[in-house]
C-alpha cells in the first residue's frame, strides 16, 4: 500500500521527531550519573533519580539502571564517553565485560569504526579464539589409508619433517583448487549456478568458523573490483556482521578455506585488498 502526499508527509514528520527524541534521551542518559550523585532530583522533591527520570524525560525504570550501569563504566573509560555521545550508549554496550584501562585504546578503535552488532561478533570470536591460543595444542587425529609400499615409505620419511602439516595442507588446497583460471565476468552479479554451489557448502549459513548464523552475503575472498571474476572457491557465503569484518581487513587467512581464518587485530595495510575495502568502507556507515 502506497502513502499519499498527506501520509508522506505525517511519516516524515514522525521519523523527525522520532529521531530527535531519541538525540535527546542520549543526552538525558549522559546527565544521569552526575544529577543521582549531587542528589539533584531529592533537592526538586523526588522520591528518587527513577522518579526523576520518568516525569522529566519519559525514562523507564530499566533504562534508567542501564544507562547509569554503562555510564559508570564510561566514567572508568572516559575515552567511551565520545562514543557514546556521537553513537548512543548502545554502540559501547558489547564492550563492557572486556574493556579495561590496559586495553581501552585497542577497544575504543574498534567500536568506533564497528556497528553495534559487528563488534558483538569480533569480540564473540575474539574470546573463542582466545581460548585456542598458541600455548594450546590443537587436537591432532590418526587417518588410515592404504597406498603403494614405495609410497608409504616416502609419506615416512616426509612426515619427519618440521612442515610435514603445512605441505600436506598446501598438497590438499591445490587439489581443491580449479584447474582452470574462471573466464572473466560478464557483470558484477554472481551466475545464479555458483550462489547455489557457495550456499551448499555451509547450508546457507556463514561460511566464518564457530558461526551459525544465516548467511546475507557472498563475499570475494579476493575481491571483485581486482580481478573481476566469480571463482566459486574464492566466494564465501558470509553474515552480516562478518561480512564487515572481512571489508575491515580483519580476517586473516581469508584466500584459504574457512577453517583458517583467525581474526586480525588490525588490518594488514600491505595487503592489496586493504585499499580496496578503505574505498568501500567510505560508503558504508558504521
Known amino acids: ?32 550519573p552526575e544529577i543521582d550523585r549531587r542528589f539533584i532530583w531529592k533537592k526538586k522533591g523526588f522520591s528518587g533519580i527513577y522518579e526523576y527520570a520518568a516525569k522529566l524525560a519519559g525514562m523507564s525504570r530499566g533504562s534508567v539502571a542501564d544507562a547509569l550501569r554503562i555510564m559508570k563504566k564510561v566514567e572508568e573509560i572516559p575515552a567511551l564517553r565520545q562514543i557514546v ?25 574498534k567500536a568506533k569504526s564497528m556497528s553495534r552488532h559487528t563488534l558483538a561478533t569480533y569480540i564473540q570470536n575474539y ?20 597406498v603403494r609400499p ?7 620419511v616426509l612426515k619427519k619433517r618440521e612442515d610435514f602439516e603445512e605441505l600436506l595442507n598446501r598438497f590438499v588446497e591445490s587439489v581443491d583448487r580449479p584447474s582452470s583460471q574462471p573466464e572473466p565476468a560478464k557483470s558484477r552479479s554472481i551466475p545464479m549456478a555458483i550462489k547455489r554451489e557457495v550456499m551448499s557448502r555451509t547450508s546457507g549459513l556463514c561460511a566464518y568458523p564457530s558461526c551459525t548464523k544465516s548467511a546475507t552475503s557472498l563475499h570475494h575472498t579476493q575481491r571483485f573490483a581486482l580481478e573481476k571474476v566469480h571463482n566459486s572457491r574464492q566466494i564465501q557465503a558470509l553474515c552480516t ?46
Not at 3 to 20: A, C, R
Not at 85 to 101: A, D, F, Q, V, Y
Not at 127 to 146: A, D
Request: charged share 30%.
Open 1 to 32: 500500500m502506497k502513502l499519499n502526499s498527506v501520509d508522506q508527509i505525517l511519516h516524515k514528520q514522525f521519523s523527525e521527531y522520532g529521531l530527535n527524541a531519541k538525540e535527546w534521551l542520549r543526552k538525558c542518559a549522559l546527565l544521569l
Open 127 to 146: 574470546r573463542l579464539e582466545g581460548r585456542t591460543s598458541p600455548e594450546i595444542q590443537p587436537v591432532k587425529v590418526i587417518v588410515y589409508f592404504q
Open 150 to 156: 614405495e609410497l608409504a615409505k616416502k609419506l615416512e
Open 241 to 286: 556482521a562478518h561480512e564487515r569484518l572481512a571489508h575491515l581487513g580483519l580476517i586473516e587467512n581469508e584466500e584459504k578455506s574457512p577453517e583458517n581464518w583467525r581474526l586480525r587485530e588490525e588490518p594488514s595495510q600491505s595487503d592489496y585488498k586493504f585499499y580496496v575495502d578503505r574505498f568501500v568502507r567510505l560508503y558504508r556507515p558504521t
Open 85 to 109: 555521545e556521537e553513537k548512543g550508549l548502545n554502540r559501547i554496550r558489547p564492550l563492557l565485560s572486556i574493556i579495561n584501562t590496559e586495553n581501552q585504546d585497542f577497544w575504543v578503535e
